[in-house]
């Protein structure tokens, strides 16, 4: 069974042991285009063999796959990288069906997936040992970096192909071979990659898709003793729970958890640069990202002049389908982002925040939202204390660098921070004192693939991105040859 690449949106299967196949315990749920509410596709459920099935392939693969040389290895991820590019435009179209996103996002969502094939084919060449001064003549010590194991691999719907991509690249360039569970609201991108993979000559088993209730794969997948790492992009509720399961398998994780990003905007900022770059920021994706930015702490000087600078950019922004060409911002990705908007803005408004831009629901139809800014939000209003993940910002002031600091490092998120400052020596002293895994200064591009990318606090563990991603998924094995 294959599945055309050219299909405006082909029905979910699963992918086990290089074959499309179905549910085994039927359908689960159904996908939902957010910018129209029609339903476009049933998900199915895989089934204990669905995963067992999986599990083998993924074990009987990884004998072969780990000693395949890492050149046979990127030869494929560069096939499959290309044939992404190619396919760049239906793949694009499916992802704004299914998540919402405007075709320009999604477009560059491919393309940065298939970079990400494309680093760690080269990176793979790089997985290099050492060899340590021996302790004794005629000895030799050495530390030989080698794959883990098959890897259990879970991904969210916000970027359903390039969270997949990060994981599945490092993952197969160190030589590991990896059951993934996509998300079951956005299944199509993710089964773009495995058929990419497939298509580029990817061994049968070494690549496993399953679709299902989160919970039980996860369960099952995570207490299995085929699988020797898990690897976790979604909320920190969620990423604690696999945590948890995996150490009864003292199995290590790599978690990619939430964030509430603040944003220092500095008296010396230059105003209109800032406010440009804070509207894209804010509104890439409907602010669906980890590391959006939403706590925005503006020194006295500036704050008024910024806040109205950016309410008017807010407003101005063309929000709808992000199939329609004019959209600059697409709908939410499901009802459950919508309420949460409504319920934070209210929630807000009620602690003492002021509505200075959007703040409602846009139409009856589909999941769109008015880019939202609150200003003068109160410490203690709901939407300061947790992850907004939607197109809301939250305004306050602050007079000095040290309070700056001290407020942005006040929430139990430690992913990403921001500010905004023409200042050499404040800029260094951000870098220092912010709690971040990435620090953006006058820039809110803190995740590429050639960097490590990972949080602190709530946040998570581990990394992605860079050498770091790679090295995630191997384990050093030190070798003493008397």
Same mark, same amino acid.
């Given at each position: 069974?294959?599945?055309?690449?050219?299909?405006?949106?082909?029905?979910?299967?699963?992918?086990?042991?290089?074959?499309?196949?179905?549910?085994?315990?039927?359908?689960?749920?159904?996908?939902?285009?957010?910018?129209?509410?029609?339903?476009?596709? !049933?998900?199915?459920?895989? =089934?204990?063999?669905? $995963?067992?099935? %999986? *599990?083998?392939? /993924?074990?009987?693969?990884? #004998?072969?796959?780990?000693?395949?040389?890492?050149?046979?290895?990127?030869?494929?991820?560069?096939?499959?990288?290309?044939?992404?590019?190619?396919?760049?435009?239906?793949?694009?179209?499916?992802?704004?069906?299914?998540?919402?996103?405007?075709?320009?996002?999604?477009?560059?969502?491919?393309?940065?997936?298939?970079?990400?094939?494309?680093w760690y084919a080269a990176e793979g060449l790089r997985a290099n040992?050492?060899?340590?001064?021996?302790?004794?003549?005629?000895?030799?010590?050495?530390?030989?970096?080698?794959?883990?194991?098959?890897?259990?691999?879970?991904?969210?719907?916000?970027?359903?192909?390039?969270?997949?991509?990060?994981?599945?690249?490092?993952?197969?360039?160190?030589?590991?071979?990896?059951?993934?569970?996509?998300? !079951?609201?956005?299944?199509? =991108?993710?089964?773009? $990659?495995?058929? %990419? *993979?497939?298509? /580029?000559?990817?061994?049968? #088993?070494?690549?496993?898709?399953?679709?299902?209730?989160?919970?039980?794969?996860?369960?099952?997948?995570?207490?299995?003793?085929?699988?020797?790492?898990?690897?976790?992009?979604?909320?920190?509720?969620?990423?604690?729970?696999?945590?948890?399961?995996?150490?009864?398998?003292?199995?290590?994780?790599?978690?990619?958890?939430?964030?509430?990003?603040?944003?220092?905007?500095?008296?010396?900022?230059?105003?209109?640069?800032?406010?440009?770059?804070?509207?894209?920021?804010?509104?890439?994706?409907?602010?669906?990202?980890?590391?959006?930015?939403?706590?925005?702490?503006?020194?006295?000087?500036?704050?008024?002049?910024?806040?109205?600078?950016?309410?008017?950019?807010?407003?101005?922004?063309?929000?709808?389908?992000?199939?329609?060409? !004019?959209?600059?911002?697409?709908?939410?990705?499901?009802?459950?982002?919508?309420?949460?908007?409504?319920?934070?803005?209210?929630?807000?408004?009620?602690?003492?925040?002021?509505?200075?831009?959007?703040?409602?629901?846009?139409?009856?139809?589909?999941?769109?939202?008015?880019?939202?800014?609150?200003?003068?939000t109160p410490a203690q209003a709901r939407a300061m204390q947790v992850?907004?993940?939607?197109?809301?910002?939250?305004?306050?002031?602050?007079?000095?660098?040290?309070?700056?600091?001290?407020?942005?490092?006040?929430?139990?998120?430690?992913?990403?921070?921001?500010?905004?400052?023409?200042?050499?020596?404040?800029?260094?002293?951000?870098?220092?004192?912010?709690?971040?895994?990435?620090?953006?200064?006058?820039?809110?591009?803190?995740?590429?693939?050639?960097?490590?990318?990972?949080?602190?606090?709530?946040?998570?563990?581990?990394?992605?991105?860079?050498? !770091?991603?790679?090295?995630?998924?191997?384990?050093?094995?030190?070798?003493?040859?008397?």
């Amino acid at each position: 069974m294959h599945i055309d690449p050219n299909t405006a949106y082909p029905a979910p299967m699963q992918f086990v042991d290089g074959c499309w196949r179905p549910g085994g315990a039927g359908v689960m749920g159904v996908v939902t285009n957010p910018a129209t509410d029609e339903v476009i596709a !049933e998900v199915p459920r895989a =089934s204990r063999q669905d $995963l067992d099935d %999986a *599990l083998d392939a /993924a074990q009987r693969a990884f #004998g072969s796959w780990r000693h395949t040389p890492p050149q046979e290895r990127g030869a494929v991820l560069r096939r499959a990288a290309q044939l992404l590019r190619e396919r760049a435009p239906a793949i694009a179209l499916r992802m704004t069906l299914e998540q919402g996103k405007t075709l320009a996002e999604s477009r560059l969502e491919v393309e940065l997936s298939a970079e990400a094939f494309d680093w760690y084919a080269a990176e793979g060449l790089r997985a290099n040992g050492r060899v340590i001064p021996s302790r004794v003549r005629g000895a030799r010590q050495m530390v030989l970096p080698q794959p883990l194991g098959p890897i259990a691999a879970f991904t969210p719907w916000n970027f359903p192909a390039l969270l997949p991509a990060r994981k599945i690249a490092p993952a197969l360039a160190a030589g590991c071979t990896v059951v993934m569970k996509p998300s !079951e609201e956005t299944p199509s =991108s993710a089964l773009a $990659l495995a058929q %990419a *993979l497939s298509d /580029a000559g990817l061994p049968a #088993g070494v690549l496993n898709m399953v679709l299902g209730d989160p919970a039980d794969v996860s369960s099952n997948l995570i207490a299995s003793p085929v699988i020797r790492k898990v690897t976790f992009t979604g909320s920190t509720a969620v990423g604690r729970t696999l945590a948890r399961l995996a150490a009864d398998g003292v199995k290590p994780c790599t978690l990619e958890l939430g964030g509430h990003a603040p944003v220092l905007v500095f008296n010396d900022a230059d105003l209109d640069r800032t406010v440009a770059t804070c509207l894209i920021g804010k509104t890439r994706n409907a602010g669906q990202v980890c590391t959006s930015p939403t706590r925005f702490l503006v020194q006295e000087g500036i704050h008024d002049r910024f806040v109205a600078a950016f309410a008017q950019a807010l407003d101005r922004l063309v929000v709808g389908d992000g199939a329609a060409s !004019e959209s600059q911002m697409g709908a939410l990705a499901n009802q459950r982002r919508l309420a949460a908007m409504d319920e934070l803005v209210t929630e807000a408004v009620d602690a003492g925040a002021k509505v200075v831009a959007g703040g409602k629901r846009i139409g009856t139809r589909g999941s769109f939202f008015r880019p939202t800014l609150l200003a003068d939000t109160p410490a203690q209003a709901r939407a300061m204390q947790v992850e907004p993940f939607g197109p809301l910002a939250l305004a306050s002031k602050f007079e000095s660098l040290e309070e700056g600091i001290a407020r942005a490092n006040q929430a139990p998120y430690g992913l990403a921070a921001y500010a905004f400052t023409r200042s050499a020596e404040t800029a260094v002293a951000v870098s220092e004192g912010l709690e971040g895994g990435g620090i953006g200064i006058n820039s809110f591009a803190v995740s590429h693939i050639e960097a490590p990318f990972g949080g602190l606090k709530d946040s998570g563990y581990g990394h992605e991105g860079g050498s !770091e991603g790679m090295e995630a998924f191997m384990h050093q094995k030190y070798v003493h040859h008397a």
